[in-house]
């Protein structure tokens, strides 16, 4: 099983590592030379740079583990072991509101070598992790699944996460076939007015719809093990913007006409207005917009989503500081 996997990194390396040269890895096609340390919108070199890595609780339950009886029940709370988060520095999108923005934008983080980053997944796996978690790992592809190969070759057996901010290309997800276990991508918007506005990437949905439908015909059923927690499957994630609940709705629309109403849905609150968010969008999310997109997916059909009531209430949500050594330590 675990050489079959290695044989798909191969054959995927194969395929993506002379785009390198001139870097065609994800819609932006900046063509520089990333072998050269040339860098293009992502600004990442030819080696992948990570700001943090740890058993992060904070993700849907199926993958870091149940919060529900948490704060009642310590013994639950110490049972969790957490998603074994990978923030990768940089990113090809870039969103202005980005909660993430001193490592998506700012560039903070440090370079790591191949061998550096398979032993970083091994040490989270022994460390208990339910899965390793690829924080937007686009634009790093290539050293990650080197890293990969050598990790793999050395007993990494948990889940592969792929968490992308749904800016991608087809071709290059479909790479991916047998590698990734849990597709866990955004789908932003739908509208190219709003995509162009605030991610300058007008073709957002032009590029994210047919990822996020190869990502489906790979791991189309979200299975889970006896205790709740995510083996393989697709989980879409989608942030709600604040004056903006009919893209919200519009995404929804086309899930419904694309994919089945099992399809794991995540209905994500958490929108707080960060670093360059616009005037337009300047507030949190309100609860009446968020009940309002909840509704229209469960008018829709949607039979399997999360939604972040308790823990992610708009007002309450709290951000990760990654100058911290704990970024999830929360800070208001
Ligand atoms: S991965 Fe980076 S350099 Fe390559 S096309 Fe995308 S944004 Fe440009």
């Avoid at 393989?232 to 899930?255: E, K, N, T, Y």
Wanted: aromatic share 8%; proline share 6%; hydrophobic share 40%.
């Amino acid at each position: 099983m675990m050489s079959r996997k290695i044989s798909r990194i191969e054959r995927a390396l194969d395929a993506l590592e002379p785009l390198e040269a001139s870097c065609t890895l994800c819609p932006r096609e900046c063509r520089v030379d990333r072998r050269q340390d040339k860098t293009g919108i992502c600004r990442s070199g030819s080696r992948a740079a990570l700001s943090s890595a740890l058993l992060h609780f904070g993700e849907e339950p199926v993958l870091s583990g149940r919060h529900d009886r948490a704060a009642s029940d310590p013994v639950e709370e110490t049972s969790r072991r957490g998603s074994g988060t990978i923030f990768f520095t940089g990113c090809n999108l870039k969103c202005l509101f980005c909660q993430n923005y001193q490592i998506s934008w700012l560039g903070q983080g440090r370079e790591v070598s191949d061998a550096e980053l398979a032993e970083i997944m091994l040490e989270l796996q022994r460390r208990g992790a339910y899965n390793i978690n690829l924080v937007s790992p686009t634009h790093f592809l290539t050293p990650i699944l080197r890293a990969l190969r050598i990790a793999c070759g050395r007993g990494l057996k948990i889940p592969l996460v792929y968490n992308t901010n749904g800016y991608e290309k087809a071709e290059i997800i479909e790479k991916l076939a047998g590698i990734i276990d849990i597709y866990l991508p955004d789908l932003k918007y739908r509208s190219s007015r709003l995509s162009l506005r605030y991610s300058a990437a007008e073709d957002y949905f032009l590029r994210a719809g047919p990822a996020v439908q190869e990502m489906f015909l790979q791991q189309p059923d979200l299975v889970l093990d006896g205790d709740g927690i995510a083996r393989q499957g697709l989980i879409i994630r989608h942030l709600i913007l604040p004056g903006h609940v009919d893209d919200s709705l519009a995404v929804l629309d086309w899930m419904a006409q694309k994919l089945p109403p099992t399809t794991a849905l995540s209905l994500m609150s958490q929108y707080r207005p960060c670093h360059l968010a616009p005037k337009d969008i300047r507030r949190p999310l309100s609860t009446e917009e968020y009940r309002l997109v909840v509704a229209g997916a469960k008018r829709l059909g949607f039979e399997n989503f999360f939604i972040q009531p308790e823990f992610f209430r708009p007002d309450e949500h709290l951000l990760p500081d990654f100058d911290l050594p704990e970024p999830f330590r929360w800070k208001k």
